[in-house]
């Protein structure tokens, strides 16, 4: 067994899906940060558990082919990237490998491998950023939170992030410093500033400005919604979101437009979408029509189908569906996200989708009962996944075919082992990089009934 503080010199074999490297030092798996496969180190054990340790790279003896400048001043302290400090090509392979990995050794299931879709560009894709507020100096800063905890680290400008960004960014700091607002403390549930968060419209180029408050501060804005309209016209938006509870979730329920539009508008797969700052959209908008497109690959829906869309948030896949599918059945909880998916449907002359608010296993189990039939079912939930209840409310339903859509491997291959375990044969996988130089992968399913 590896000994807390000593030092042993190791090769890295492997990347874990959060990004850390792995050895083996007397038989034990050692997780080192921010190292690369073919990584020849010197390993510094920092803490030993039963079956794993941990380790930090003290030196690194032979680097791996693989590695190359990180190109960010502070990736090393920030929690946003994972694989700055490998090529992109060596980022995909791993990823790739997570996929696999997670069907493989979670799922017990060996499907086809479609080959994994990469992004063109890594850097500037994202369309939304939240920035959390800390009091540095006597200053407000914003930045990111450190891995594993909510320390700010400031950033002053994310390679992540449209570069417009940084400069909107600096301008609302600038007039929290010159009014002396008061920026919120986690740890002392006081203070009122809590968020920046912004998002921009990958195609249409709009911006919307959101600024989470613990209470309605609007008249202390009034002057900032001026000065930001007047600098940048690519603002049409300017919300602030009220958020007054003691939590680490970003956003509350309320939303006050403080000037212009309630709402930013995009293109997403040919449709033009709406979205409000509660309703979920795709942070990588050019790989997420890649991903829809292959989502869509999978349904292959025929003219007289019916597809239900679970998960829908703004509608975004059940919409780039509609031309080929006879009906469109959404489910989604959050009720401005349903409103969004309502009005999109409506502003591309959708006229064959519907779109309910609710649980998706619990509406579409009331839907079912009602008459409801899907041939193809569509999820794409958060994280964690679907609850089982779901998974057994959709393969009661026996639909011909489902097409699973997650931003978390290890539970798509769960509940796609659940399906299988209920008539379903898992047949396809893709991963797609929806978030380059993060430890994140996003992968779509394609399973089908094999009984009914
Ligand atoms: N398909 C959409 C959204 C996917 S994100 C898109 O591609 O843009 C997952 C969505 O599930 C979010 O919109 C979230 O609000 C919603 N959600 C979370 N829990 C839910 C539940 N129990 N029932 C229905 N929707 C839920």
Redesign the pocket.
């Known amino acids: 067994m590896p000994e807390k503080n000593q030092v042993y010199t190791a090769e890295i074999t492997g990347l874990t899906s959060e990004g850390s490297g792995v050895c083996r030092i007397d038989g034990m798996a050692v997780f080192v940060p921010q190292t690369a496969v073919g990584d020849i180190c010197g390993v510094k054990i920092v803490k030993v558990l039963k079956s794993y340790a941990f380790g930090k790279a003290e030196e690194i003896l032979t680097p791996s082919p693989d590695r190359i400048e990180d190109n960010c001043p502070v990736y090393k302290k920030c929690g946003g990237c994972l694989l700055r400090h490998i090529s992109y090509e060596a980022e995909c392979r791993t990823k790739e490998g997570i996929v696999r990995d997670a069907f493989e050794r979670i799922g017990g299931l060996f499907p086809e491998f479609d080959e994994f879709i990469g992004a063109e560009s890594t850097e500037r894709y994202r369309n939304k950023a939240q920035y959390p507020l800390a009091v540095r100096d006597g200053r407000a800063v914003c930045g990111f939170y450190a891995p594993r905890s909510h320390r700010v680290i400031p950033v002053e400008d994310c390679a992540l992030q449209p570069e417009i960004f940084s400069d909107i960014l600096q301008t609302v700091l600038d007039y929290i410093n010159v009014k002396k607002l008061s920026v919120y403390s986690e740890e002392t549930n006081t203070g009122i500033i809590r968020h920046i968060y912004l998002r921009r419209g990958a195609h249409s180029g709009q911006i919307m400005v959101c600024i989470v408050v613990r209470k309605d501060i609007s008249r202390q804005l009034s002057a900032l919604c001026r000065l930001l309209s007047e600098k940048y016209s690519d603002i049409n938006s300017i919300i602030m979101n009220i958020n007054p509870d003691n939590t680490n979730v970003i956003l509350g329920d309320r939303c006050i437009t403080l000037w212009g539009s309630d709402t930013i508008s995009d293109t997403m797969c040919g449709n033009n979408v709406e979205i409000s700052p509660l309703?979920?959209?795709?942070v990588n908008t050019v790989q997420?029509e890649r991903l829809?497109a292959k989502a869509l690959e999978y349904a292959a829906p025929g003219s007289s189908e019916t597809i239900a869309?679970?998960?829908?948030?703004?509608?975004?896949?059940g919409l780039s569906m509609a031309k080929q599918a006879a009906k469109i059945v959404g489910?989604?909880?959050?009720p401005q996200?349903v409103e969004n998916a309502k009005e999109n449907a409506l502003r591309n002359g959708i006229t064959n989708a519907e779109f309910h608010c609710?649980?998706?296993?619990e509406?579409f189990g009331k839907l079912r009962r009602q008459g409801c039939k899907p041939d193809i079912i569509v999820v794409?939930?958060?994280r964690k996944g679907c609850?089982s209840e779901?998974v057994d409310i959709i393969s009661e339903a026996a639909p011909k075919k489902i097409v699973m859509?997650s931003c978390n491997p290890a539970t798509a291959a769960r509940d796609a082992k659940l399906l299988s375990e209920r008539g379903y044969s898992v047949d396809k996988v893709c991963g797609v990089d929806l978030f380059p130089r993060t430890g994140h992968v996003e992968c779509v399913v394609l399973l089908s009934r094999q009984k009914s």
């Open positions: 309703s979920f959209y795709q997420a829809y869309d679970l998960y829908c948030g703004a509608g975004t896949i489910v989604e909880i959050i996200a609710g649980d998706a296993g509406v794409d939930p958060p609850s779901t859509i």
